[in-house]
Structures are given as C-alpha cells and as structure tokens.
C-alpha cells in the first residue's frame, strides 16, 4: 500500500475517512446528533448574521457579495474545530451506504435527526439576534436589509431554488472534504475558507443559513422601523410584505433549496466521488451492512461456557 507522507490525504483516503467518519455517526445516539445539530445551525447562523452586518449598505454587488464571502465561512471553521453535525455536509453519508458500511435507514435517521436541529439553532440564533439591537445599525437599515435579503429568498422561482441548491452544496461538500484532506489546522481553515467563499460569492442557496436569513427576515417584520426603512428603501409595499411568513418560508424556500442540496451532496459528490475511488479504498467492505455499524451495538458477547 502506498505511503503518503505529505500535508495532506490522497482523494481515496478523503473518501475512506468520509465513510469512517459517517460510521460513527450512525452509532452516535439521537440526543448526541441534536445537540450537534443545534451547534451547527446556531454556527453556521452566525455567520449568515455576520456577512449582513458587513454588507448591508454596500452597494456594489460584486464587491458585497466578495465581503460576504470573506466572513461567513467561519461559521463552518466553527463547526471543523468545536464540533457540529451539519445537514448539508452529513449529505456525504451516502458514500458509507454504497460502500455497504450501513444500510439507507441509519443514514436517513442521522440526516432526520440533524435537519431540525440545524433548524432551532439557526432560529434560535435569528431571534437573540434580533433582542441585541443589533439590526439598529445605520438607522434601521440592517433591519430593512435583513427583510430584503428574506424577501428576496422566498420570492425565487421553485427551479431556481433548486438549482442553486444543488450548486451550492457542491461547494459546501467540497469544503468539508478539503478540511478532511488537511492534516494541519492551517490546512482545514483554507479548505473551509476557499470553497465557501466562492458559493456566496456565486450567491447560492444553503439550506441552513436560509434558516437564519428567512426567520430572521420574519422577526424584523415585528419592529415597524424596520418596515418603515425597507419600504422607502426597497421600494416594498405592505401586501408584499405580508406575503413573507413561516409558510412562505417553507415552502417556498426550505423546500426546493433542501432538494437541491440533497441532489448536490448525495449524487454530484457523494456518489460520483465514491464511484471514482471506491473500488481502491483499503478498509474491508461489507458484503451486507452489518450490525455493528448501526446504532446501539455493545460489542460481541462472550459464548457461555456448558455446565
């Protein structure tokens, strides 16, 4: 077997160490993968909250969406070094189910478990924002801009959603193989860094941080300032206005954007990158998922000896 001694793992080792990673999720207890789970949304939500502050009175859009770029990718260098279980991430899951190392049910279970955790950490994150004041900065207008950026979210064709969707997990998943790759913490930052950077500069859709940027968008509607601001601003008028809401959020947000990142991570990553390397992989694979991959399994038990 061929020796790597450099700063970083071959492509087959990234995917062998994706599938052992994604192996002891599937045995972590369900409390364990919500508690991490709302890590990652409220992580994650930080840093959507962030790239708005530095952002909402820029005007070029090339140069806001550069600065964005720049700050939110800390939210997932938070979760690569505190720890976190991130829906769009735990897509690459899918590897370990072809690979034979656990069946589909404790792949779905995780990402069932994972998916409204990411979910209250990111609201939970948009409504402290929205006590600290915070969206008072010049004059009211984050709190316009934090409206806008909601109502620019739910406004988006289905088709739309979904493509960006699937492009942007395209990146978040490459970003969390990169930080893989690396052996060293200045290695894991860039691999977060570079990739994130480049799917907000593309302005795609994230599940996740939509869960900050809609619901926050839903608490900035109750201060009528902010409404104030983001009509004179925006140009937005009261029907249009009322039109964003938590059923607007899930339905025409949530939805396409989580099939699209679905699509993305599963099948354009996770499958296609497991179909290049998965017949080189060095660890055993299974001929059937066996039952010590899954959740609860202590260990073999001692034959008892004949009285």
Not at 144 to 156: C, E, L, R
Not at 159 to 180: D, E, K, R
Not at 253 to 266: A, I, S
Request: charged share 15%.
């Amino acid at each position: 077997m061929e020796k790597n001694f450099t700063m970083m793992k071959f492509p087959r080792e990234v995917v062998e160490h994706n599938i052992e990673a994604s192996t002891s999720k599937v045995r972590m207890p369900s409390h364990n993968l919500m508690m991490m789970g709302f890590f990652a949304g409220m992580f994650i939500a930080y840093g959507a909250a962030a790239s708005s502050v530095i952002i909402h009175n820029v005007a070029n859009v090339g140069l806001a969406r550069l600065l964005a770029g720049c700050v939110f990718p800390v939210g997932l260098m938070l979760i690569v070094f505190i720890g976190g279980e991130l829906f769009t991430g735990d897509c690459l899951m899918i590897m370990g189910v072809l690979h034979n190392q656990y069946r589909i049910r404790s792949m779905v279970r995780v990402l069932a478990v994972v998916f409204p955790s990411n979910l209250i950490g990111s609201v939970v994150l948009a409504w402290l924002v929205s006590l600290s004041g915070q969206w008072n900065y010049t004059g009211g207008l984050l709190g316009a801009f934090t409206i806008k950026v909601a109502m620019d979210k739910i406004s988006m064709p289905f088709m739309t959603a979904f493509v960006s969707g699937v492009i942007c997990n395209i990146f978040v998943c490459a970003a969390v193989l990169l930080t893989n790759a690396s052996k060293d913490v200045t290695g894991k930052i860039w691999g977060c860094f570079f990739p994130i950077m480049a799917f907000i500069v593309g302005g795609y859709e994230h599940c996740v941080a939509d869960m900050y940027f809609v619901p926050a968008g839903i608490f900035a509607l109750r201060n009528e300032a902010y409404v104030q601001k983001a009509m004179e601003t925006y140009g937005y008028t009261a029907t249009q206005l009322a039109e964003l809401n938590w059923g607007s959020f899930f339905i025409d947000n949530v939805l396409p954007v989580t099939l699209g990142n679905m699509l993305g991570g599963m099948i354009i990553m996770g499958a296609i990158l497991y179909g290049i390397h998965g017949k080189t992989l060095k660890m055993d694979r299974p001929q059937k998922p066996h039952r010590h991959h899954e959740r609860g399994y202590k260990g073999e038990q001692p034959e008892k000896k004949a009285e």
